[in-house]
């Protein structure tokens, strides 16, 4: 990018119009560019056709409208998932999904290049962390969603990185995609998945952020979640979740449980009773998700029958629960498996 533009994904409306006025065009600018990039897909400065040549001539001297570098996007053998890949300025990479539904799509998005955590089942744990993303480079993966015919309804923040550890970039990004001038998604439409962190809990209650949450629990007893989740060190999860419950008591948001099933390691009645314990105390989902099975991580999923055998406890226990299927494995843009760009 020429180092004097500045790129429109990385202002909101405010910062916008006042960059307008700065390179001496009106304000009302900068609500036709918000038009034509947000609602009507378009960032080739010449289509956008009710801004005279000259003051496109401006704006295309300061503003950059380049979404990534380089994009390699697959798609899944059931079309029911794209991975991208995206490349960034620096040459960092960071990888978004679009999951498909019948009626809308999912995307899957990242908040950090790689991820400093270090869960034990997921394989950006495995690649480490490189650096946070900007809220642009959130915002972009979008974009780059839009670009490719792919409307994104849904949001959900569980790909690369903790969200809650670049909690300021995360939610300037999210305050865009939900205004009603750019993507006007629904907030209730979006979810920020955790793998625990006390402090980002207290963020949301700082800054008054209501968001439906997901917290990966990985086993709901301490000791064994500290052997596949090093982040129960610092944030022990009885800590956390007293934390998480005032929150939740404040605001009546979608709260669910992602439970990771690791054959042998948090699998067993006790591991089960535990949690349908927790989700009982927080009124929370369960969504089990079954390993995604990667060279580089040292477990194996549960078999089928194990899974609905949970399942089917976990509902007698009269706690909604689901099962997240394994959409995109074959791409390996499932759960837990993003970040191979790193790897390959
Ligand atoms: S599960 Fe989430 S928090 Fe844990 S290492 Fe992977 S990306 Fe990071």
Not at 83 to 105: A, I, P
Not at 335 to 340: F, H, K, R, S
Request: proline residues 3%.
């Amino acid at each position: 990018m020429n180092k004097q533009k500045k790129s429109i994904f990385e202002m909101d409306i405010d910062e916008l119009k006042e960059y307008c006025v700065g390179l001496g065009l009106p304000k009302y600018i900068a609500d036709q560019v918000l038009d034509w990039v947000y609602k009507k897909h378009q960032l080739s400065i010449d289509k956008m056709k009710n801004i005279s040549k000259k003051n496109q001539a401006v704006l295309a001297e300061h503003i950059d409208f380049n979404i990534f570098k380089n994009v390699q996007s697959v798609t899944s053998e059931e079309e029911n998932a794209i991975k991208s890949s995206c490349v960034l300025e620096d040459g960092n990479f960071l990888e978004c999904v679009v999951l498909k539904e019948k009626n809308y799509n999912t995307l899957c998005i990242s908040s950090q290049c790689g991820c400093p955590v270090d869960c034990k089942f997921c394989l950006t744990g495995v690649v480490g962390f490189k650096r946070q993303l900007t809220a642009s480079e959130i915002v972009k993966q979008v974009v780059y969603a839009f670009s490719i015919n792919q409307p994104i309804t849904n949001i959900v923040f569980m790909g690369m990185g903790e969200p809650l550890l670049n909690a300021d970039q995360v939610f300037k990004a999210i305050d865009m995609l939900t205004h009603p001038k750019l993507y006007n998604i629904s907030k209730r439409n979006i979810t920020v998945s955790t793998s625990g962190f006390i402090k980002g809990i207290e963020y949301l209650k700082k800054h008054d952020r209501v968001v439906n949450l997901a917290f990966s629990v990985g086993s709901a007893d301490p000791i064994k979640r500290e052997r596949i989740m090093p982040v129960e060190k610092r944030n022990p999860i009885v800590d956390f979740v007293k934390v998480l419950k005032e929150y939740q008591s404040q605001h009546n948001r979608k709260l669910t449980l992602e439970y990771t099933l690791l054959e042998g390691v948090n699998d067993t009645d006790y591991d089960i009773k535990s949690l349908i314990n927790l989700a009982k105390y927080l009124n929370a989902k369960i969504n089990l998700i079954n390993l995604n099975p990667h060279k580089k991580i040292p477990y194996k999923p549960v078999s089928i029958d194990k899974i609905h055998a949970i399942q089917s406890v976990i509902k007698k226990q009269k706690c909604a629960v689901t099962i997240r299927y394994k959409k995109g494995q074959d791409i390996t843009a499932a759960c837990g498996q993003l970040g191979e760009s790193y790897l390959n």
